[in-house]
């Protein structure tokens, strides 16, 4: 049993995306769960990193690529999920997440997962976390108050926000 389960939900670039389906010939292939390997095995980004770590700690994670569809859609397939055309890439991530039924939720991407999708977020898993990173310049801090937590490396932002926790 873990001590928490946690979702984490990133974008990726679409080159990273382009690059893991042109390396791995056989991507089509192959099931979700080995064409995930597959990818997060080439290290781009962030990986499984939080997934392989924090499993150490005794918690589950699992990362979830929002806007890798062609593994996303592997991910429908094998869970014979349906839903409507519209908002498909939301949608299969909302039946990731509910499958997956997370203690926290972690956006690193806050500028697709905006205020309205939190929202959203936020009326489905009632009892989750929801955890944002953010280290571009932001002018409105306002539009990260609905989070539990925001997370980020901008040593600029030191003492704005109330508690801080310098890790340095």
Known sequence: MSNYRLAYVTTLYPEAISYCLKSRTDFSELDYAKAQNAFTSMRIGYSDYHSRYL???????KEFFFNFIDLQEKWMFTSKSQHSEKNHEWNILISQLKNFKPDVVYLADLY??????RRELRKLFKKAKI??????????????????????????????????????
């Open 112 to 117: 697709v997962f905006d205020f309205e999708k």
């Open 55 to 61: 499993g150490l700690l005794g918690n589950e994670c």
């Open 131 to 168: 955890i944002g990173w953010r280290f571009a310049p932001t002018s409105d801090f306002g539009l990260f108050s609905d989070l539990d937590l925001l997370l980020t490396g901008n040593k600029e932002w030191r003492g704005f926000f109330s508690p801080v926790y310098d890790l340095t």
